[in-house]
């Protein structure tokens, strides 16, 4: 049965209704009663033509001669209205209170019952519409939620790819500076160490055996940081063949020692190689850093003992200990 049907007086009811009620001449735009107001009075439209609004994405309703509204105020008592009620024209209504409905059950309880019925199946059916909404709703949310979280994956992933370095999979530049930023932003500035690695005579792997194995090479020299690297600690490729490693340790033999495990394995792995070299030999800087300094500080200090391993013919750790005055 549809709604409007349901909410429409046959005649003899109208007639019976309009037997006991008052007449309330109303006007365009005047307000019956609103959202949340208690009411205890039920409204049948002699003429004119009244909207009800229920308010945020529900669908307004008018409603015109003969429709009845504001019902269940009048049978539960004091209910709190589900609308806000306005003429939309001028018009006339038919206004009864909890006195004159007993009078209409008194007079004529077949047609009342049959009212009833009808008042009851709108409600239901007005109910199971808005769980319907809500269901429906219920849906858009969780799809809007669904692509909510693709994007932030699809973007975190974006954000991973941004740092990291494309042949090896080890932080880049951007990375290291972004690390560096959190470290400083959460005050972790406990004991660092710093290893700066360098390839040994890496020009030589290209050209003798091509770049192909030359990049096999530095993910072997990527694979030994990573092996080393513990959680919170930093495995990065600065660039071309140098890498660094930034590890939590107070101390210089804290340092050192994994200094000497990289350029240890390098060799172990060396002698493994046969005619094409999975790895070549490293040569380290290693230092301490404290985070209240700068990267540049850090980075000049593992530069100067870098330098110095390599002077020395590589293959080997040196270790310094202060920032060295710029030449
Ligand atoms: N295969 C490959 N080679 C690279 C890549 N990036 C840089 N290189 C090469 O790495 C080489 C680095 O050479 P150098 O800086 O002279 O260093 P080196 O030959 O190791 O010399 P020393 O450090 O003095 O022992 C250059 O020949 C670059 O072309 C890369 O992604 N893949």
Known sequence: ????????????????????????????????????????????IASGLVELDFGED????????REFFGELGLLIGDHAR???????????????RHEEFERLVERSP??????????????????????????????????????????THQLSQTEALIRSDELTGLHNRRGLVQHLQERQRNHATTGLGLL?????????????????????????????????????DLACRLGGDEFCLLVKADTRDEVMRYADFVVGTAQGLMQMSQATPLICSL??????????GEWNDWYARADAALYRAKRLGGNRVEWQDDTPAPA
């Open 1 to 44: 049965m549809p709604d409007t049907d349901m909410a429409e007086l046959s005649s003899s009811e109208y007639a019976l209704f309009a037997s006991v009620a008052r007449i309330r001449r109303v006007y365009a735009g005047e307000s019956l009663f609103r959202r949340g107001d208690l009411g205890t009075t039920m409204y049948v």
């Open 58 to 65: 529900l669908v307004s309703k008018s409603l015109g001669p």
């Open 82 to 96: 589900s609308a806000d009620a306005s003429a939309i024209t001028d018009g006339e209504l038919l206004e009864l």
């Open 110 to 151: 077949e047609l009342i019952s049959h009212f009833l019925r009808r008042a009851i199946m709108r409600v239901v059916l007005n109910e199971q519409g808005l769980i319907r909404r809500l269901r429906r709703r219920n849906q858009d949310l969780q799809a809007a939620l669904d692509s909510l979280r693709a994007t």
């Open 196 to 232: 700066l690695v360098d390839c040994d005579r890496f020009k030589h792997v290209n050209d003798e055996h091509g770049h192909l194995v030359g990049d096999r090479v530095l993910q072997g020299v990527a694979n030994i940081l990573r092996s080393v690297a513990g959680p919170g």
């Open 283 to 292: 040569s380290l800087g290693a230092c301490l850093v404290d985070l209240d």
